[in-house]
T-cell receptor
Framework: GAVVSQHPSRVICKSGTSVKIECRSL??????MFWYRQFPKQSLMLMAT?????????EQGVEKDKFLINHASLTLSTLTVTSAHPEDSSFYIC??????????????FGPGTRLTVL | EDQVTQSPEALRLQEGESSSLNCSYT??????LFWYRQDPGKGPEFLFT???AGEEKEKERLKATLTKKESFLHITAPKPEDSATYLC???????????FGRGTSLIVHP
């Protein structure tokens, strides 16, 4: 159980275009999902917390107009990188939280999306 | 400010050579400590959650332990397929957002 999927797994786009990444919890409902960015050989950097039915909470330094997050249902959150530029190239990983408020409160991660902006 | 420090940054072992990875933390009100395994180009895979000092959990060749200041991930007789980056994360206080360490990159040579 506790499977999280991401789509696409990798995407290459031209500078100036927008890219949407989907994150789905396949076998559980997730009121809270997280979006991370990871640079080579570095740890996870939290970008934002996505709550179903409400606006995302962005970490300091993350441009909310650049990285649009929508959590429209209990199993789906999307991250849209708008007007992408080469510096946005990175590995983006989502996670979904399960067992909120219980002893099994845990984050499960998706497989990640490799974004390359030319 | 919550801090999570993992050591060593990198570890090379021979197959069968047991060792331990360390995760030390400075937090107020630990709620949970998590261990994840991450393979290159993939998302982290959940391994264990520990909640209180003295707790231990095992899975195959891995055993995680917890004290009031640190956690160890013991790897017994590792195999090359255990090669990965192991991440530690701590959830503390009133926040449900865990703080991640920088990870330990483990390479097991055949």
């Amino acid at each position: 159980g506790a499977v999280v999927s991401q789509h696409p797994s990798r995407v290459i786009c031209k500078s100036g275009t927008s890219v949407k990444i989907e994150c789905r919890s396949l076998d559980f409902q997730a009121t809270t999902m997280f979006w991370y960015r990871q640079f080579p050989k570095q740890s996870l950097m939290l970008m934002a917390t996505s709550n179903e039915g409400s606006k995302a909470t962005y970490e300091q330094g993350v441009e909310k107009d650049k990285f649009l997050i929508n959590h429209a249902s209990l199993t789906l959150s999307t991250l849209t990188v708008t007007s992408a530029h080469p510096e946005d190239s990175s590995f983006y990983i989502c996670s979904a939280r399960t067992g909120i408020g219980t002893s099994t409160d845990t984050q499960y991660f998706g497989p990640g999306t490799r974004l390359t902006v030319l | 400010e919550d801090q999570v420090t993992q050591s060593p940054e990198a570890l090379r072992l021979q197959e069968g050579e047991s060792s331990s990875l360390n995760c030390s933390y400075t937090v107020s009100g630990l709620r949970g400590l998590f261990w994840y395994r991450q393979d290159p180009g993939k998302g982290p895979e959940f391994l264990f959650t520990l909640y209180s000092a003295g707790e231990e959990k095992e899975k195959e060749r891995l055993k995680a332990t917890l004290t009031k200041k640190e956690s160890f991930l013991h790897i017994t007789a590792p195999k090359p397929e255990d090669s990965a980056t192991y991440l530690c994360a701590v959830q503390a206080g009133g926040s449900y957002i865990p703080t991640f360490g920088r990870g330990t990159s483990l390479i097991v040579h055949p």
